[in-house]
Protein backbone atom coordinates (compact mmCIF):
# COMPACT_ATOMS: atom_id res chain seq x y z
CA UNK A 1 0.00 0.00 0.00
CA UNK A 2 1.45 3.20 -1.28
CA UNK A 3 0.81 6.39 1.69
CA UNK A 4 1.03 9.83 0.70
CA UNK A 5 2.02 12.61 2.70
CA UNK A 6 0.28 15.81 2.20
CA UNK A 7 2.08 19.66 3.56
CA UNK A 8 1.96 23.38 3.38
CA UNK A 9 -1.58 24.44 3.78
CA UNK A 10 -2.78 27.17 6.10
CA UNK A 11 -4.05 30.45 6.07
CA UNK A 12 -3.04 33.30 3.21
CA UNK A 13 -4.48 36.53 2.39
CA UNK A 14 -5.69 37.52 -0.94
CA UNK A 15 -3.12 37.96 -3.57
CA UNK A 16 -0.44 35.52 -1.20
CA UNK A 17 1.39 32.22 -1.66
CA UNK A 18 1.59 28.92 -0.39
CA UNK A 19 3.57 25.90 -1.32
CA UNK A 20 2.30 22.22 -0.90
CA UNK A 21 4.23 19.41 -0.52
CA UNK A 22 3.18 15.75 -1.38
CA UNK A 23 5.40 12.87 -0.68
CA UNK A 24 4.71 8.57 -1.31
CA UNK A 25 5.98 6.06 1.19
CA UNK A 26 7.40 4.20 -1.71
CA UNK A 27 7.77 4.04 -5.43
CA UNK A 28 5.70 1.13 -7.40
CA UNK A 29 6.60 1.99 -11.08
CA UNK A 30 8.06 4.27 -13.39
CA UNK A 31 5.75 5.88 -14.84
CA UNK A 32 2.73 7.29 -12.87
CA UNK A 33 0.88 10.66 -13.14
CA UNK A 34 0.63 12.78 -9.51
CA UNK A 35 -1.85 15.62 -9.36
CA UNK A 36 -3.08 17.99 -6.96
CA UNK A 37 -7.65 18.37 -6.56
CA UNK A 38 -9.37 20.47 -4.49
CA UNK A 39 -13.03 20.18 -2.95
CA UNK A 40 -14.81 23.10 -1.43
CA UNK A 41 -17.48 23.02 1.18
CA UNK A 42 -20.61 21.89 -1.22
CA UNK A 43 -18.76 21.13 -4.23
CA UNK A 44 -17.48 18.32 -6.29
CA UNK A 45 -14.01 17.14 -6.21
CA UNK A 46 -11.76 19.04 -9.53
CA UNK A 47 -8.85 18.79 -10.74
CA UNK A 48 -6.40 21.39 -10.36
CA UNK A 49 -2.52 20.46 -11.81
CA UNK A 50 -1.23 16.63 -12.61
CA UNK A 51 2.34 16.19 -13.81
CA UNK A 52 3.42 12.72 -15.72
CA UNK A 53 6.67 10.83 -14.76
CA UNK A 54 8.02 12.46 -18.38
CA UNK A 55 7.65 15.97 -17.08
CA UNK A 56 4.01 16.38 -18.94
CA UNK A 57 1.38 19.31 -17.02
CA UNK A 58 -1.62 19.91 -16.99
CA UNK A 59 -3.63 22.98 -15.48
CA UNK A 60 -7.77 23.86 -14.81
CA UNK A 61 -8.33 27.02 -16.23
CA UNK A 62 -9.15 28.34 -13.29
CA UNK A 63 -5.27 28.05 -11.90
CA UNK A 64 -3.36 28.28 -14.93
CA UNK A 65 -0.87 31.58 -14.52
CA UNK A 66 -0.80 31.60 -10.98
CA UNK A 67 0.10 27.72 -10.10
CA UNK A 68 2.97 25.32 -10.81
CA UNK A 69 3.12 21.74 -10.61
CA UNK A 70 6.78 20.29 -10.24
CA UNK A 71 8.47 17.07 -8.99
CA UNK A 72 11.52 15.94 -7.57
CA UNK A 73 13.86 14.68 -10.25
CA UNK A 74 16.10 12.90 -7.60
CA UNK A 75 16.55 9.04 -8.39
CA UNK A 76 15.90 6.36 -6.18
CA UNK A 77 13.57 8.90 -4.41
CA UNK A 78 9.81 8.20 -3.51
CA UNK A 79 6.73 10.27 -5.68
CA UNK A 80 7.20 14.04 -4.64
CA UNK A 81 5.32 16.76 -6.08
CA UNK A 82 4.88 20.14 -4.78
CA UNK A 83 1.84 22.88 -6.50
CA UNK A 84 3.35 26.28 -5.46
CA UNK A 85 0.52 28.54 -5.52
CA UNK A 86 0.39 32.77 -6.26
CA UNK A 87 -1.82 35.27 -6.44
CA UNK A 88 -4.23 33.34 -4.53
CA UNK A 89 -7.78 34.28 -4.92
CA UNK A 90 -10.06 33.47 -1.59
CA UNK A 91 -12.04 31.17 -4.48
CA UNK A 92 -9.28 28.93 -4.38
CA UNK A 93 -10.05 28.14 -0.68
CA UNK A 94 -10.87 24.41 -0.08
CA UNK A 95 -8.94 21.30 1.14
CA UNK A 96 -6.25 20.01 -1.12
CA UNK A 97 -5.94 16.60 -1.76
CA UNK A 98 -2.56 14.86 -3.65
CA UNK A 99 -3.61 11.89 -5.95
CA UNK A 100 -1.23 9.48 -7.51
CA UNK A 101 -2.41 7.21 -10.23
CA UNK A 102 -0.61 4.49 -12.34
CA UNK A 103 -1.35 1.54 -14.60
CA UNK A 104 -0.07 -2.06 -13.04
CA UNK A 105 -1.28 -4.42 -15.89
CA UNK A 106 -4.39 -5.09 -15.70
CA UNK A 107 -5.75 -2.49 -13.19
CA UNK A 108 -5.22 1.39 -12.83
CA UNK A 109 -4.73 2.44 -9.35
CA UNK A 110 -5.33 5.63 -7.88
CA UNK A 111 -3.91 6.84 -4.09
CA UNK A 112 -5.20 9.87 -2.21
CA UNK A 113 -3.68 11.83 0.45
CA UNK A 114 -5.68 12.73 3.60
CA UNK A 115 -5.83 16.52 2.33
CA UNK A 116 -4.74 20.06 3.44
CA UNK A 117 -6.81 22.85 3.91
CA UNK A 118 -5.84 25.63 2.02
CA UNK A 119 -8.05 28.74 3.54
CA UNK A 120 -7.47 32.36 1.44
CA UNK A 121 -9.07 35.36 3.25
CA UNK A 122 -8.35 38.86 4.75
Known amino acids: QVQLVESGGGLVQPGGSLRLSCAAS????????MGWYRQAPGKPRELVAT??????????DSVKGRFTISRDNAKNTPYTVYLQMNILKPEDTAVYYC?????????????WGQGTQVTVSS
Open 51 to 60: ITSDGSTNYA
Open 26 to 33: RTIVDRYT
Open 99 to 111: NLHYRRFPREYDH
